[in-house]
Nanobody, 119 residues
Framework: QVQLVESGGGLVQPGGSLRLSCAAS????????MGWYRQAPGKERQLVAT???????DHADSVEGRFTISRGNTKNTVSLQMNSLKPEDTGVYYC?????????????WGQGTQVTVSS
């Protein structure tokens, strides 16, 4: 069974930085795509950034130039470096991992980690 364990959330002042990490386990085939989504209070979950097993990264327009997603050497870890944080970045951040096997898609989610940007 796939498990995603996130770490690194917390409270930070506007303009500050945080680094989120996620370690995935339970798939001998690895993960085709890993990424981060976030959900602000009263809003739907939104894509923040994704990265493929080949290292192709994609960031939402709202975080482009401030956040950077990367995968670890083991390919089953993903990190999100968040700089120049804004109050609107506040929310629960969820790690995401996707396996694609035989044309089928198997998404997995972490439990989420709270990020609060406030003075």
């Amino acid at each position: 069974q796939v498990q995603l364990v996130e770490s690194g959330g917390g409270l930070v002042q506007p303009g500050g930085s945080l680094r989120l990490s996620c370690a995935a386990s339970g798939s001998i085939f690895g993960f085709n795509v890993m990424g981060w989504y976030r959900q602000a209070p009263g809003k739907e979950r939104q894509l923040v950034a994704t990265i493929t097993s080949d290292g192709n990264a994609d960031h939402a327009d709202s975080v482009e130039g401030r956040f950077t997603i990367s995968r670890g050497n083991t390919k089953n870890t993903v990190s999100l470096q968040m700089n120049s944080l804004k109050p609107e970045d506040t929310g629960v951040y969820y790690c995401y991992a996707l396996r694609e096997l035989g044309g089928l898609r198997f998404p997995s989610w972490g439990q989420g980690t709270q990020v609060t940007v406030s003075s």
